[in-house]
């Protein structure tokens, strides 16, 4: 689903939300998409979800950017972009994903079925 700047409504952006973590094993909810990054921090959660990762849903949040991160935060409690869900759950931002690799836990997190 493309949304146009003038067309979006916050219902539609909620249900956008909704559907693509209950039908996506993992997504990505960043500024840009996987072509263009638009900020560093989606630029670097794109990165380490693809190092693990081939097959994953990215979502551009530029074109309603506000009504994203409210839609975001009630599911996450977790106010910036980028933010990564895997099975439903809400895993975190770059820095988590970081932390996690540095750990060496984001392969299996990534990877492992419910």
């Given at each position: ?23 996506n ?8 998409n ?6 560093g ?26 009504h ?47």
């Amino acid at each position: 689903m493309t949304f146009q700047p003038e067309s979006f409504d916050p219902d539609e952006v909620d249900a956008r939300v909704e559907e693509a973590i209950e039908n996506n094993h993992v997504v990505l909810f960043m500024k840009g998409n996987r072509l263009m990054p638009q900020c560093g921090y989606s630029a670097k959660a794109l990165e380490l979800i693809s190092t693990y990762v081939d097959e994953f849903e990215t979502i551009d949040v530029l074109p309603a950017l506000p009504h994203f991160r409210e839609a975001l935060d009630e599911r996450s409690g977790w106010e910036t972009i980028p933010q990564t869900f895997v099975d439903g759950e809400f895993i975190g931002g770059s820095d988590i994903l970081e932390e996690l690799d540095e750990r060496g836990e984001l392969e299996s997190t990534l990877t492992d079925a419910n």
